[in-house]
């Protein structure tokens, strides 16, 4: 093995750990849109329907 052959070697090896990390990161923020999105969506429906049950009170004179 050749010094030249080894360090391409070395730069292969570095590039490989920082693409991994690279994608380990980009899954986790993947993760965190998509729970944000699920739990968003749910308190959205939760809260659309628990209002059209409190309307008629809202709308009744004080």
Known sequence: ?????HVRQVLSDADAV???ALRSR????EN??????WLTYG???FCR???SAAVPGMNSPV
Not at 1 to 5: F, I, P, R, S, Y
Not at 32 to 37: A, D, Q, R
């Open 1 to 5: 093995m050749t010094n030249e052959t």
């Open 49 to 51: 329907t628990n209002l």
């Open 18 to 20: 920082a693409a991994e």
């Open 32 to 37: 965190s849109v998509l729970w944000t999105l």
């Open 43 to 45: 308190a959205f429906y």
């Open 26 to 29: 980009a899954l986790a923020r």
